[in-house]
T-cell receptor, first 117, second 112 residues
Framework: GALVYQYPRRTICKSGTSMRMECQAVGFQATSVAWYRQSPQKTFELIALSTVNSAIKYEQNFTQEKFPISHPNLSFSSMTVLNAYLEDRGLYLC?????????????FGPGTRLLVL | GEQVEQRPPHLSVREGDSAVITCTYTDPNSYYFFWYKQEPGASLQLLMKVFSSTEINEGQGFTVLLNKKDKRLSLNLTAAHPGDSAAYFCAVRATGYQNFYFGKGTSLTVIP
């Protein structure tokens, strides 16, 4: 079946430092990967959508300069939170969709929980 | 762009009662509809995917209704049990579009 893994599951960083998180798709080819942030209030914010052979599309209030994303192949994506501050805390989820599985459905990883001190 | 509104934000029911969560959307091109369940500390688990062509979909212990005319999607847990306590999110996607649009979630508590 289609599975999505995320690393690390939980991370703590000091204010102003950066941290990188990874997303791996297993059992299908992730032609598109979306990165979300879930706030403590549980609402989802789409950060950006990365589609193979297309430019990464960032949503309003999110920039490549702050959240650079790499999607080098059909099984892996990474995102870095640069200069993390308190408002960046939350659960970061990657949702992957593609061929080899149900290509209409977005499969989610367990998330990377970011705490900023 | 698509606007998805989900109600209620919080819902508390007794074990054995039914629980109904509703989402409304705005884009008439929306074609795929999803319900996800998120247990505390966990990620999103796909409950059901619904196509625009099907109005009633039954899962294990729940029913999903799609009213295209009113642009409304609902999740009906027929006899809730404590294991159903979780956050539920609807998501909508249009044909040809990559973005999934999520509702803000419903926190369901089932009281034994």
């Amino acid at each position: 079946g289609a599975l999505v893994y995320q690393y690390p599951r939980r991370t703590i960083c000091k204010s102003g430092t950066s941290m990188r998180m990874e997303c791996q798709a297993v059992g299908f080819q992730a032609t598109s990967v979306a990165w979300y942030r879930q706030s403590p209030q549980k609402t989802f914010e789409l950060i950006a959508l990365s589609t193979v052979n297309s430019a990464i599309k960032y949503e309003q209030n999110f920039t490549q300069e702050k959240f650079p994303i790499s999607h080098p192949n059909l099984s892996f994506s990474s995102m870095t939170v640069l200069n993390a501050y308190l408002e960046d805390r939350g659960l970061y989820l990657c949702g992957a969709r593609g061929t080899g599985g149900d290509q209409d459905t977005q499969y989610f990883g367990p998330g990377t929980r970011l705490l900023v001190l | 762009g698509e606007q998805v509104e989900q109600r209620p934000p919080h819902l508390s029911v007794r074990e054995g009662d039914s629980a109904v969560i509703t989402c409304t959307y705005t884009d008439p091109n929306s074609y795929y509809f999803f319900w996800y369940k998120q247990e505390p500390g966990a990620s999103l688990q796909l409950l059901m995917k619904v196509f625009s062509s099907t109005e009633i979909n039954e899962g294990q212990g729940f029913t999903v209704l799609l009213n295209k005319k009113d642009k409304r999607l609902s999740l009906n847990l027929t006899a809730a049990h404590p294991g159903d306590s979780a956050a539920y999110f609807c998501a909508v996607r249009a044909t040809g579009y990559q973005n999934f649009y999520f509702g803000k979630g419903t926190s369901l508590t089932v009281i034994p």
